[in-house]
């Protein structure tokens, strides 16, 4: 073949006659299209320098052989077209294969057809792909890093590295690293015996032996990186995980921690992943507790929670979400989150769906618990649908009639405990009370001109298998066994009229606003009346089937939006640029939007349903605000303002308040507003409850001399959190959170948490606080070490983190 110029002026292998083709003489390499290897396949081939004698090439000068998908790079090399056979020396790099490898050498023999070769001092890496410019691309999360005075790639995903270490950092300089004087990666895995662990170029520690995973995905079981730590509750922290790899698509975690103060405590962790989105997952930890001194005071219990879908069929599906939790004192005392700490409520279901077009068929099963003390075991309302068939219908045109029509209906078997209350002894429970609920609607849909009427009539037939005779203020209804037929028929017109629009294009508002602004006025009136209920206060109290009264009413709202179309989109900048789009700030936002509402009661005690000097619970009031209002009967409800505030994509803010006109006050108020910039992150928010629950009784010698008091509920927690960074960011990042008291004035809970990210290690530590009352009152100390590839040390746990 031909050869350069390079050779004419004596090139690296001496050779010192005229090229064959004078053009050639420019010094550039020459890329030759050789023949298919006995194997097939085509195999490119560049050089300055190129001679052929039979099967084999020899190359001199910038070689590149591109073979599959390996590419080889050297400075002199030789291959056989025969048997797939490279030899080569000077600066040797080879990239691809199925592996994903990139290793650096002085000199090498390989067989690309088979899969095999030789290095010798080596550098690379398995699990990491080149671009066309020359620069490594990370394909795994953490791929291994390897050198050795000698690899020998003994076949696809096998090597044995002698003489060598491997980490998961960059090189050359990794934070950590293992020494051995043999390692053997095979079947996605590296392992070595008699190995030194290199900590920032110290050696720690010696290992019998090691293993570590090929790439991010691979999986092996093994203990876990001991739990440590120490804390004012627990005492010092000891612990040790397990984890085991069931096939595929299922592990399992499992192990416990030993709390110096307390005892042992087990926890757990099962997932399995299959198809499409098909999963199931299990998570417990416990306390098995010798109790607190002084006092003995026993703290144990334990939490189970089991997550899971399963799609059975295109149209039916099985969903579980069931959360099993022994005492509520336990959450109180040892639960990390302060949200779930404060939690007494337990929710679990469990169902399966089946779907049709128009038509839903449930099979459900719910279980509810509302812990009312944190001390007094099974002091709690627990309430069980055991089970439940529902059966739902779209609305559906009615042949060629303009009526729609639709149906929800629910067959139940359902049960309810509750404590005594603070004044009386009496325990209240029935079990498995047939419930059947039918509810068929017809309603006739109109619009014109951008009017929308929607008139609707509908009619609801109950029954329960038994019923309650309800008893004085204070006093607990007993239960009776005869059955309770509930009826009524209900109408209800909705109207919304055509939203009112204004269009403001200043010049002064697209410099202020950056572009043009629209103001809209939304009116909405639905008038609701449902009559027949007579029997309110016999009806046994489950769920909101049960709490539907005899109503007339009226519903009014009126909604402000303004909206903010940008004139001039920007390059997409942080967070921004994660998204599918180059360019942002283009296009039409809802900035700005404020809804009242209120509703006005001509039926002022609902059928008789409202028992003045108590918290009454309807469904019409359900649907307006989450606080329960009616104390006695009422015409007019609290005025419901609902204003939210999105200026940019990094801004939000959100104000809702209910303003009792009765009472002269606002009787709720929450704030939020958040902020985030690039790294930077800032969220505040203040939750302020000032409403009555009527009364409470108390009842000295017997019930005649009962006396009541009115009772209101004042309530004002201040929340906030500020962080900076990521739990990925290289260097500093830093948070916290905390949540004040005003009606204590206490700091309830705070934490401040700091760490700090080297190329693939990280250390992060965090102060706690909680004030919880009697139950818990404590400091944590907390820290986590974090190797990149293996895991993390220390008592720190990643969903717990600040950031």
Known sequence: MGQTGESQRGGADGATELPDDPSAISGVAVATP???????????????????????????????????????????????????????????????????????????????????????????????????????????????AITGREVIKLGPQRYQVIAGTMTSCRLPDPDWLMLSHEINLQDGKASAKNTIFKLLGIPIFYLPYASHPVDGESRQSGLLLPITGNDTQRGLILGEEAYFVLGRSADLTIGTEYFSKRGWGPLGQFRYRGRAQNFFKVNFHSLLDRGLQPGNINQGGVDL??????????????????????????????????????????????????????????????????????????????????????????????????????????????????????????????????????????????????????????????????????????????????????????????????????????????????????????????????????????????????????TNEVDYSLTQRLFRRHLHPRPCKGDEALGPDTQCGGGTIDWLSWKLSQKYFLNTNFGGAVTPGTRNVLSTTLDLTGVAFLTGPRSISPVVSQLKLRTTDATDFEWDIDYDKDLGRITTSNVFAGYKLGNYNVTVGDSHLNAPEGVTATQPTTVTTLTVAPVTTDYNLFRWSATYGNPTKLGLSAGGYGGYDFVLNQLQYGAFQAGYNWDCCGLNFEVRRYSLGPVRNDTQYLYSFTLAGVGSAGSLRRAERVF
């Open 34 to 144: 050789a023949p298919a290897a006995q194997s097939g396949v085509p195999v490119k081939i560049e050089a300055r320098v190129q001679r052929k004698q039979g099967d084999l090439y020899t190359l001199n000068g910038a070689v590149v052989i591109h073979y599959r998908s390996y590419v080889v790079h050297a400075d002199r090399a030789t291959y056989n077209q025969a048997t797939g056979e490279v030899t080569a020396d000077g600066h040797l790099m080879l990239d691809g294969g199925p592996d994903n490898e990139h290793i650096i050498a002085s000199r090498g023999v390989m067989n690309l057809n088979k899969q095999t070769g030789h290095y010798y001092d080596v550098v690379g890496t398995l699990g990491a792909s080149r671009n066309p410019r020359n620069k490594t691309v990370y394909m795994a999360p953490n791929p291994l």
């Open 305 to 550: 929670l089991l997550d899971g879908r399963r799609d059975l069929n295109s149209s039916t599906r099985a969903i579980t979400d069931i959360e099993y939790l022994s005492s509520y004192v336990y959450r109180q005392a040892f639960e990390e989150n302060y949200a779930l700490a404060i939690d007494s409520e337990v929710k679990s279901q469990a169902f399966v769906t089946h779907f049709n077009r128009a038509l839903a068929e449930s099979l459900r099963f719910d279980r509810y618990q509302s812990f009312q003390s944190s001390v007094q075991l099974g002091d709690e309302i627990r309430i069980l649908h055991l089970p439940s068939l529902r059966f739902d219908a779209v609305d559906q045109p009615m042949g060629r009639t303009p009526f729609v029509a639709g149906m929800r209906s629910s067959i139940a078997a359902v049960s309810r405990s509750e404590p005594a209350n603070a004044a009386f002894t009496q325990v209240f429970r029935v079990r498995d009370v047939p419930r059947v609920d039918l509810y068929p609607h017809l309603a006739m849909p109109l619009s014109s001109g951008g009017w929308t009427l929607h008139p609707q009539i509908a009619l609801r037939d109950t029954f329960y298998g038994r019923s309650q005779n309800p008893g004085p203020l204070g006093v607990v209804p007993t239960v009776r066994q005869a059955s309770l037929n509930r009826k009524d028929w209900e109408a209800d017109v909705d109207l919304h009229p055509p939203a009112m629009e204004r269009d403001f294009d200043a010049p002064w508002l697209r410099r202020l606003f950056g572009g043009d602004l629209r103001h809209t006025i939304e009116p909405d009136v639905e008038y609701r009346y449902v009559s027949g209920i007579g029997n309110f206060n016999s009806v046994l109290r489950f769920d909101d089937v049960d709490v539907v009264s005899d």
